[in-house]
């Protein structure tokens, strides 16, 4: 089976050009502008029939219905009516269809390529040798009772609201309220409220908190004394808990809880940067309001800097299982073993079982924004989203907000929807989030920087106030895939040493938290 085309190849296209050709096999070519009817094609010789938008697909060849459609050298799906050379190849005659992928155990794999001297961020190291980029204090919520007082007391040290709360704290990133929808008239043994309490553990312990405060109701099924005891936690001078019942309602609640924090704020203003090794970065990699040309600019710079930090020994947490769907083969071949391969076929199957059981389509995706943009089916999708993990080996395959241990390029398992995803990826560890789009999600993680990449020139000079990095470059010839992805691995240091990204600057991260939640809710 073909592998993807180099997607740096992308980048050498002359800016005359008006399609982009990603693979030789390919059957389609992308628009890199509006095209209409009557357009000569010279490179491909074709011409256009009908109007094509921009990052969508023309035919370059007659296919027949049923006949596999091909974009980056693999199927993106199948012809539901027979198409001319130079139509519009979109939802209109392209159809999802099953095919055999080759897993290919670690046919791919090789050794890693490390650097003679590794990159260095300005770290805060905790008192365990963990690494954070950022020095919050966090409220954390057993259950949607308690996020009021939680949203209350965070108020209460809002630096846009009351400057004066934090002002002898300068080291102190904020005060955030994480709070969820959940913890209530779930099954006590179930799947769902582990998940929960995994969930909340990981971000009870991560080492962006400098101290944390879980509050509860007191009666909910997600007790606290529970919480701590499953994910191995106690109490102490970093994490304390309380509940509402038990401090006498609201009023009383809201004034316990900024007296706490008051209290905490000394310890975690006492901290200072020091030079630590990018082997402590911790990257989730997210992709949202994605558009024909994510696969080609955005998702690939992103897959370069990946491919530097691991080389520079740190850690890539690549997810959205239903968004890898019918391209895990290119990571089943990249798997350091054949037991890690196989582990991410297995919850690829238990999505596949998940969705038939809820009577859902693993093509319930792209979105309709996705689809505006140039997507058509979710293996188009997919090929383009598994660019943002680059060319790296497949060190390990987690399950949802799993601790993650290894090093390199991991995967874990978490839903598309990227304020879910990743809430996982930052309960598994993750201390810095890169985010591509292009269609123009607004998004933050609390207590994670995230950095968003806009996959297109128009995006950016449109809605530059939220973007961090234009890869859109890569698209008029005037960047590479490669010369970008070193300036996103530098940006990515920067950030992990303090420089605040457009979503912390606009006070994204809290709304975001959302715990993925699987249980019956009785």
């Given amino acids: 089976m073909n592998a993807p085309a180099n997607p740096g190849k992308a980048a050498q296209l002359h800016a005359a050009l008006r399609v982009i050709r990603l693979h030789p096999e390919d059957d389609v070519v992308i628009a890199r502008d509006q095209l209409v009817a009557g357009t000569t094609l010279d490179e491909e010789d074709v ?92 409220i954390l919520t057993s259950v949607n009772c308690s996020a009021t007082v939680a949203r209350a007391i965070a108020d209460h040290f809002r630096r846009d609201i009351h400057p004066e709360a934090l002002a002898a704290y300068p080291n102190v990133d904020g005060v955030v309220a994480l709070t969820h929808g959940v913890g209530c008239a779930v099954d006590p043994q179930g799947e769902g409220l582990a998940l929960l309490q995994r969930t909340l553990g990981g971000y009870a312990c991560h080492p962006n908190f400098a101290s ?38 609201t009023t009383r609640t809201i004034a316990r809880g900024i007296a706490m924090i008051q209290e905490m704020l000394p310890a975690a203003n006492a901290v200072q940067r020091q030079p630590v090794p990018a082997s402590h970065l911790v990257v989730g990699l997210q992709c949202g309001g994605s558009d024909g040309y994510s696969g080609i600019s955005a998702n690939p710079v992103l897959g370069a800097a990946v491919d530097l930090l691991v080389r520079h020994g740190g850690t890539a947490i690549l997810s959205e299982t239903p968004e890898i769907y019918g391209a895990e083969h290119l990571l089943t071949r990249r798997a350091q073993t054949p037991e890690i391969g196989r582990k991410l076929v297995a919850r690829i199957r238990w999505w596949e079982d998940y969705c038939a059981r809820h009577g859902a389509s693993m093509d319930n995706n792209p979105s309709a924004g996705n689809k505006a943009g140039g997507l058509t089916t979710v293996l188009e999708k997919s090929l383009g989203g598994i660019a943002k993990g680059g060319s790296a080996n497949l060190a390990e395959v987690y399950e949802y907000a799993q601790p993650v241990r290894a090093r390199g390029l991991v995967f874990m398992d978490t839903p598309g929807y990227d304020p879910i995803s990743a809430t996982g990826q930052v309960a598994g560890g993750a201390n810095l989030i890169c985010f591509t789009t292009g269609r123009g999600s607004a998004y933050g993680c609390a207590p994670s920087p995230s950095v968003k990449l806009a996959t297109n020139t128009a995006l950016w000079q449109r809605q530059s106030d939220d973007m961090d990095l234009n890869c859109g470059a890569v698209l008029d010839g005037s960047a590479t895939i490669g010369g970008l992805g070193e300036e996103l691995f530098r940006l ?31």
């Fill in 47 to 138: 011409t256009v029939l009908g109007l094509v938008p921009p990052g969508h697909k023309v035919a370059t060849r007659a296919i027949g219905a049923g006949e596999a459609v091909r974009r980056y050298g693999q199927i993106i799906g199948f012809a539901s009516q027979d198409i001319r050379p130079g139509q519009h190849v979109h939802t209109h005659n392209l159809a999802m269809g099953d095919f055999t992928r080759d897993y290919a155990y670690g046919a791919d794999a090789r050794a890693p390529e490390p650097v003679p001297a590794p990159a260095t961020f300005a770290g805060i190291v905790r008192a365990d040798g963990r690494v954070a980029t950022r020095n919050y204090i966090g």
């Fill in 212 to 249: 944390v405060l879980v509050i509860g109701l007191g009666c909910e099924t997600n007790q606290i004394s529970a919480l701590l005891a499953t994910q191995g936690l106690a109490h102490d001078d970093r994490l304390q808990t309380f509940t509402i019942q038990d401090s006498g309602g």
């Fill in 492 to 522: 990515m240091l920067d950030t992990a040493s303090g420089k605040r990204s457009r979503s912390e600057l606009h006070g994204y991260g809290q709304n975001e938290f959302v715990p993925w939640q699987l249980s019956a809710i009785t």
